[in-house]
């Protein structure tokens, strides 16, 4: 079955929930509500990638997720770190992590992959030119992200990172239209051709603002898109509402084993 993961921004400026969890111990709490819910892994982060949102130290991160991550780890909670520098991933991985998520695919920060090879984490890296408002120029947005990511996997390589333990992430919302990113959920088996895991993030993002003017209305066209992603294949969803999800998934396996 596809596996969920579950957002919980320890932040104070993220597009849909900042400010709601940046006490260690509500984190904690919410983390493990989502692990009861249905959630794979708990996915940290403690910056802000929406558009135009300030960018802060490692240190900084690392005081916002560190306390988290440990206390989640301590209550059986299997957690992810979403983080593009390599020092946070680190001693994240140090504080229990299982998963590093990087936004960036290792771009940002040159050291990313090394801590990846040496720790032997499993690794999220998601297509990325640049922060979120950055400019979106394709000739074909899914050849185009395929390429990258396909480039992205081959420096992985070469540094030592197991490919078994990859995971890639098509990036909507970042550098990307709203048709861009129907595009790459329409033509996701392109993406996954290139033979890894894919992850989809798709959650609350502004391309389902049809569906819902503010972000946590949007919960509904993302269960919607999970349950799509998990009929075309995908790995992993990541979602801030992981009940609504997990139900959307289970309609759609109980689909599929209708078939016979």
Same mark, same amino acid.
Request: charge should be negative; proline fraction near 4%.
């Given at each position: 079955?596809?596996?969920?993961?579950?957002?919980?921004?320890?932040?104070?400026?993220?597009?849909?929930?900042?400010?709601?969890?940046?006490?260690?111990?509500? /984190?904690?709490?919410?983390?493990?509500?989502?692990? $009861?819910?249905?959630?794979? &892994?708990?996915?940290?982060?403690? *910056?802000?990638?929406?558009?135009?949102?300030?960018?802060?130290?490692? *240190?900084? *991160?690392?005081?916002?997720?560190?306390?988290?991550?440990?206390?989640?780890?301590?209550? =059986?909670?299997?957690?992810?770190?979403?983080?593009?520098?390599?020092?946070?991933?680190?001693?994240?991985?140090?504080?229990?992590?299982?998963?590093?998520?990087?936004?960036?695919?290792?771009? #940002?920060?040159?050291?990313?992959?090394?801590?990846?090879?040496?720790? =032997?984490?499993?690794?999220? /890296?998601? @297509?990325?030119?640049?922060?979120?408002?950055?400019?979106?120029?394709?000739?074909?947005?899914?050849?185009?992200?395929?390429?990258?990511?396909?480039?992205?996997?081959?420096?992985?390589?070469?540094? =030592?990172?197991?490919?078994?333990?990859?995971?890639?992430?098509?990036?909507?919302?970042?550098?990307?239209?709203?048709? @861009?990113?129907?595009?790459?959920?329409?033509?996701?088996?392109?993406?996954?051709?290139?033979?890894?895991?894919?992850?989809?993030?798709?959650?609350? #993002?502004?391309?389902?603002?049809?569906?819902? *003017?503010?972000?946590?209305?949007? $919960?509904?066209?993302?269960?919607?898109?999970?349950?799509?992603?998990?009929?075309?294949?995908?790995? =992993?969803?990541?979602? @801030?509402?992981?009940?609504?999800?997990?139900?959307? &998934?289970?309609?759609?396996?109980?689909?599929?084993?209708?078939?016979?």
């Amino acid at each position: 079955m596809t596996q969920i993961l579950a957002i919980l921004n320890v932040t104070p400026d993220s597009f849909s929930d900042g400010g709601e969890y940046v006490d260690a111990d509500a /984190a904690i709490a919410r983390g493990i509500e989502l692990r $009861d819910a249905g959630a794979a &892994l708990v996915d940290v982060g403690g *910056e802000s990638t929406r558009p135009g949102a300030t960018s802060i130290t490692p *240190e900084e *991160e690392q005081e916002r997720i560190l306390p988290v991550i440990r206390g989640l780890v301590e209550a =059986g909670v299997e957690v992810s770190v979403d983080t593009m520098n390599a020092s946070t991933a680190l001693a994240a991985a140090e504080a229990g992590a299982s998963v590093i998520n990087d936004v960036s695919g290792g771009l #940002k920060d040159a050291g990313m992959y090394r801590v990846i090879a040496e720790t =032997g984490l499993k690794y999220i /890296a998601m @297509h990325w030119r640049g922060p979120s408002d950055a400019e979106a120029v394709y000739d074909d947005v899914v050849v185009d992200v395929r390429t990258e990511l396909k480039a992205r996997v081959a420096e992985m390589t070469v540094v =030592g990172i197991d490919p078994s333990r990859v995971i890639l992430d098509p990036g909507l919302g970042f550098a990307k239209t709203a048709e @861009h990113n129907w595009q790459l959920l329409g033509r996701l088996d392109e993406v996954q051709s290139l033979g890894f895991p894919v992850l989809v993030g798709a959650s609350r #993002k502004r391309f389902l603002s049809p569906w819902g *003017e503010n972000p946590a209305e949007r $919960d509904g066209a993302t269960a919607i898109v999970s349950a799509l992603a998990a009929q075309a294949g995908a790995w =992993g969803v990541r979602v @801030h509402d992981v009940e609504s999800t997990r139900r959307a &998934l289970e309609v759609q396996a109980a689909w599929e084993n209708g078939r016979g």
